[in-house]
């Protein structure tokens, strides 16, 4: 059997509904848009045929219906309206995008902020992955006798530290060459490639500082390389708003699992090879979010993708809205970093 206009059209107004009310949705309701102009009984029958495939489901005894995870997706792909932002909305993201861009954990936190003020929904933001950052400048600075600080700086905004061991005979003067060489030969090159470019390219021009070389890029191999993206999240308590929530131990399974960080670290690094992604439900690899839909977005520079955010919500959620909030905050992102390239 399939879909006809009519079946879509009341599966979809069957959605809207329930995404509004969270009550399960009876034919009586839907007789009433005018749209349709149908009988309650032909509605029944109607829900009857959408429920014997899929995409309804009866709660308990309940007369009504409720959407299934099949039909949300089914909404998602074929029949969901991108809602416009309001002008309060808008205000209420640019309140929050107030920190300036070399304040990189500052920005990801009022992101997620942002996210789920707009969306009451829960946030999350992973911050630019590091590997995947570019070079901005290198400076060498000396210190105490025999140590060397070791500055990066990457063009989305992050800096490291580290301190290296330096020559004795090295004085201020040679480290400032070499912070000057190293910045303008591998500006904008890739984190995870500039310690196999200075070990290959360098080797020559400064053969007689080669173990020194080999700990600049040890140094930047380990802070560059190795951190785990520190998730930000917001409005983690937004859930227990809503009925789905409502019972503590579903709750207190749900607060546990965004708290911990390291699921949602791991979910935006698998979202972050897409531009968006939509998993609804049972499509979700993580059993604690089977009852969640999730929706992510990447923020990139031109063609490279830097990190991604999402929101998490319950099945009903207001995907139109989700979307166009997410495509906004993503255009904000890229624009910021892209303006502060451009300002260096």
Known sequence: MELDARKLGILKAIIDEYIMSASPVGSRAISKHEEFNLSSA????????????????????????????????????????????????????????????????????QTAQALSAVTNYTAMVMPPMLASNRLRHIQLVPLREGRALVIIVTTAGFAREAVIRVPEDMRTGELERISHILTERFYDCRMDQIGDRIAQEMSGELFERRAFLCSVVEAIEKKMGSDSPNVQLSGATNMLHYPEYADVNKAKSFLVAVEGRNMLSELLKRASKLEFSITIGNENEDEMFKDCSIVTATYQIGEEPLGSFGIIGPTRMNYGKVISVLEYMRKSLSQMIDTDQDDE
């Open 42 to 109: 032909t509605i029944r029958n109607e829900m009857a045929d959408l429920e014997e495939l899929g995409y309804l489901e009866q709660p308990h005894t309940s007369a009504g219906r409720i959407p299934s995870d099949k039909a949300y997706r089914l909404y998602v792909d074929q029949m969901m309206q991108k809602a416009a932002l309001t002008d309060d909305e808008i205000k209420i993201i640019r309140a929050h995008m107030s920190a300036k861009l070399d304040e990189v954990e500052s920005v990801m936190k």
